[in-house]
């Protein structure tokens, strides 16, 4: 039996911290030389992520795409000098790796997350159930803000007794979210999470899978947009493009007893930073539009899909995009629009991390892909113990734990508090898990002592910080700190700035 883990936590917002700098620096060692692609072409990402080259120049006519690596982690590409793209890079979500199984998950780009999988074809309306636990439900998108699964609704009374809605998946969010769920046939989009800084640079979320018809499945959602940092000690010009749209599902089709469709994949995250950024080329993170339309279906007694009856909320959020520079001579908007200023931290180095250590005696993958991690034997017994371990976290946290299953609402259970050293504390919680595939989510929140807070104040325009609340996405691979104030602002840190105060 499969389980499938993704080590999120609930959004953030909050104020971006940046160090302004003079004579930038990108920081590329330049040990990948001159990037100069004639033709297109999908680089293997390597395990950090992170290219380092002395230029970069993709010219037009050519596309550069990236195969993920392990850990799923975001596109980094530093160069020693200029940076010309007159062709296109793209780390755009996408739908089903297989057009031909709509019912698939979308892929999310490299840093992102995919989609929810369509729900199965369920037969004679008998089989059916209104709300989120017939066979026919979809499965929520993946990521911090994945859309709501499709589920199976009770006919609104234009058409009789005995009538039902297939509801579409809920569109993906990232930098904004879809409209709220409203209408004949509402669906419920993703939460809008992350911060205007892009640290830590984290992708779009995918959009939830459509709900099954009487024959046929419903489709997958799509996969949210990927991340992807690009930073020039030089100029960083862009005549062409830079992608990283959410992902479009495919169509359930339009026989009868066909499902719904999935939600839209959200937006990614584009960053920019060099000493000049010029050109007027396409620089987009948008999300997707899932369908608009209604399919109606007599076959079994039930209608089919009513995604054109949900308010929009299938459709997925905008991204976010973030350009750094210290001369800027860019004119054209981008999609959604950018924000930025002075070129500030490629990244935070010694954030504090959390992660799930294992699943019923099964050791997590350093480097979890959210897809496979853990797969407990089919005569596993519940309750199973999750396992976590923390760095940089104060002793005695408790770790919430939430659990998705592919069908059926999600549910929390917390931890005992942590034990151990600041260093390394550890913590254990039993769930029962329920069949067939599932995704995990960690977080943590703690308070600091009086002391602590009114040293962090500093950071928080004078105001005693009385919480911190960590973040990890993908395990240990991203993380940010945002320091809660006692009137409940929201400020985000270095953890470099943190540890410092805490030591």
């Known amino acids: 039996m499969k389980k499938r883990l993704v080590v999120l936590v609930a959004a953030l917002a909050g104020s971006s911290w940046a160090a302004s700098c ?30 380092n080259f002395t230029s970069v120049n993709v010219p037009a006519g050519v596309t550069i795409t990236f195969i993920k690596n392990a850990g799923n982690t975001p596109v980094t590409m530093l160069a020693s000098g200029d940076v010309t793209i007159a062709g296109t890079i793209n780390v755009s979500g996408s739908g089903p790796a297989n057009p031909a199984n709509v019912s698939g998950p979308g892929e999310g780009g ?25 066979p ?7 990521g911090p803000g994945g859309g709501a699964p499709g589920v199976v609704r009770s006919s609104s009374g234009w058409y009789g007794t005995g009538y039902w809605d297939l509801a579409a998946g809920g569109g993906g969010a990232f930098g904004n979210a879809s409209p709220a769920p409203s209408g004949i046939c509402p669906t419920t989009p993703g939460v809008v999470y992350g911060n205007t800084s892009l640290i830590p640079l984290v992708g779009g979320s995918g959009g939830g899978g459509g709900a099954g018809g009487a024959m046929l499945p419903g489709s997958g959602g799509g996969g949210g947009g990927g991340a992807i940092l690009i930073a020039a ?18 169509s359930p089709g339009t026989v009868q007893g066909v499902g719904s469709w999935g939600g839209g994949g959200s937006g990614g995250a584009i960053r920019l930073i060099a000493s000049t950024v010029s050109g007027n080329g396409t620089i987009s993170a948008m999300g997707a539009n899932s369908w608009t339309g209604y399919y109606s279906s007599t076959s079994y007694g039930a209608y089919g899909s009513c995604a054109g009856y949900a308010n929009g909320s299938q459709h997925g959020g905008a991204g976010r995009i973030r350009i750094e520079y210290e001369t800027l001579l860019r004119t054209t908007p981008t999609s959604p629009a950018w924000l930025g200023g002075a070129p500030s931290l490629v990244a935070v180095p010694g954030l504090p991390t959390l992660a799930i250590d294992s699943i019923g005696g099964l050791t997590v993958p350093a480097q979890p892909s959210g897809e496979g991690d853990v797969s407990l034997p089919a005569n596993f017994t519940n309750p199973v113990t999750v396992s976590f371990v923390t760095t940089g976290v104060t002793v005695g946290s408790s770790i919430k734990l939430t659990v998705m299953p592919v069908r059926g609402t999600a549910f929390s259970v917390t931890s005992t508090p942590t034990t151990g050293t600041t260093a390394s504390a550890y913590t254990s919680v039993s769930v029962s898990l329920p069949p067939g595939q599932n995704v995990l989510q960690a977080s943590v929140t703690y308070t600091v002592v009086a002391s602590v807070g009114d040293a962090m104040s500093v950071y928080a325009q004078g105001e005693r910080v009385e919480k911190v609340q960590l973040a990890s996405v993908m395990g240990a691979n991203a993380s940010t700190v945002t320091l809660i104030t006692i009137s409940g602002k929201e400020y985000v840190v270095p953890a470099s700035v943190l540890a410092a105060i805490q030591s």
């Open 22 to 51: 003079l004579a930038y620096d990108s920081g590329s060692t330049g040990g990948g030389g001159a990037f100069n692609p004639t033709t297109s072409q999908s680089l293997q990402l390597p395990p950090d992520g992170i290219f």
């Open 110 to 134: 490299p840093g992102g997350f995919n989609g929810g999988r369509g729900g199965a074809a369920a037969g004679v309306v008998a089989n059916w159930v209104a709300g989120n636990a017939g």
């Open 136 to 142: 026919n439900v979809g499965q929520a998108g993946i």
């Open 233 to 250: 000690t030089g100029t960083l010009n862009v005549t062409g493009s830079i992608l990283a749209n959410g992902g479009v599902p495919v």
